[in-house]
């Protein structure tokens, strides 16, 4: 399956800021999404990364508060923009292998202060 | 919003009993896959279900599909301390992309 790489794992952010999280992977894939988990819950989608193309969004989750970059298909940013302590969660990449096959990067641990 | 609920969400056990995990919807799916997550990573997937009434064997979990394909079941035999994490069901329908992840159950297994 394929190798899915984010960056950074882990940050500590001051309430205001901003943090772009990166993922890369190491084949050319077609369906990219960025989830959130906050602590002790299971995943949210928050968008489809479209190659060359605006993200999709899911319902509750908006492309000012959560800027989305797929500028080729191997590579994806997302932003957390404006950051709270409700913001304080796992962000992760995920792609789509295939029928049947969703694969997911380690992970982002985000805490804002 | 497509819920798929998991039975029991926390559930602690000795090592060498056996389990069984629940995922529930009212919604039907077109497969359904099962996943583990351990502290500091990502979820990992244990298997796909695409068939009502299929049942799949991973050495020690077996996984079934509902006949009418809206749940699922993870049974684990001789449970051992590293099957501990969290297990999240998740469940794709037709013409969707994207996944419908269950409420998760963190199992701890004790040794």
């Known amino acids: 399956s394929a190798v899915i790489s984010q960056k950074p794992s882990r940050d500590i952010c001051q309430r205001g800021t901003s943090l772009t999280i990166q993922c890369q992977v190491d084949s050319q894939v077609t369906m990219m999404f960025w989830y959130r988990q906050q602590p002790g819950q299971s995943l949210t989608l928050i968008a489809t990364?479209?190659?060359?193309?605006?993200?999709?969004?899911e319902s509750g989750f908006v492309i000012d508060k959560f800027p989305i970059s797929r500028p080729n298909l191997t590579f994806s940013t997302l932003t957390v923009s404006n950051m709270s302590p409700e913001d304080s969660s796992i962000y992760l990449c995920?792609?789509?292998?295939?029928?049947?096959?969703?694969?997911f990067g380690d992970g982002t641990r985000l805490s804002i202060l | 919003t497509q819920l798929l609920e998991q039975s029991p969400q926390f559930l602690s056990i000795q090592e060498g009993e056996n389990l069984t995990v629940y995922c529930n919807s009212s919604?039907?799916?077109?497969?359904l896959q099962w996943y583990r997550q351990e502290p500091g990573e990502g979820p990992v997937l244990l298997v796909t279900?695409?068939?009502?009434?299929e049942v799949k064997k991973l050495k020690r979990l077996t996984f079934q599909f509902g006949d009418a394909r809206k749940d699922s079941s993870l049974h684990i035999t001789a449970a051992q301390p590293g099957d501990t994490g969290l297990y999240l069901c998740?469940?794709?329908?037709?013409?969707?992309?994207?996944?419908?992840f269950g409420t998760g159950t963190r199992l701890t297994v004790i040794p």
């Open positions: 919604s039907v799916f077109s497969s």
């Open positions: 990364a479209n190659q060359g193309s605006e993200a999709t969004y």
């Open positions: 998740a469940g794709e329908q037709t013409g969707a992309n994207n996944l419908f």
């Open positions: 995920s792609v789509r292998e295939g029928p049947q096959a969703q694969h």
């Open positions: 279900v695409v068939t009502g009434g």
